[in-house]
């Protein structure tokens, strides 16, 4: 198995009375999952909660990774203090113009709805399980 060169973040909220999932609006692609190039000497989970944490000013724990839902990159579990609100906040990376939590996979995504649906719908327990 090759090294991830990037990171994606699939983060949930702590208090899970919705599905709801955490993504944010790119200025230039559209609403994307977090996420970024590993930097070197980096673990894939350092880099999911780096990327996080820039991206959405949010804190959380990496519970589970997996290398083999996007090809060339890891997808990191992390759990988010508190719960999913309704109201969607700034980022203070210039190249992200809101972020939020979704309940549905949001119009003019870089993503495909397959795509997120695959992460949404993934068996964690059968991967990588972290505590970082």
Known sequence: MS??????????PEVRDTDA???????????ELPGGDIK?????DEAALRELF??????????????DLIEGGSVVLVEVQGEA??????SSDSSIGEVG??????????????EIERIRSHDWSASISLGS
């Open 21 to 31: 999932w955490l993504m944010v609006r790119h200025v230039e692609r559209g609403w």
């Open 85 to 90: 609100i309704p109201d969607p906040w700034g």
């Open 101 to 114: 939590w979704c309940l549905i996979t949001p119009e003019e995504t870089a993503w495909g709805e397959g």
């Open 3 to 12: 090294e991830s060169k990037f990171v994606v973040v699939w983060a949930i």
């Open 40 to 44: 070197k000497g980096e673990a894939a």
């Open 54 to 67: 820039e991206e959405t000013g949010k804190l959380g724990i990496a519970r589970a990774i997996d290398n």
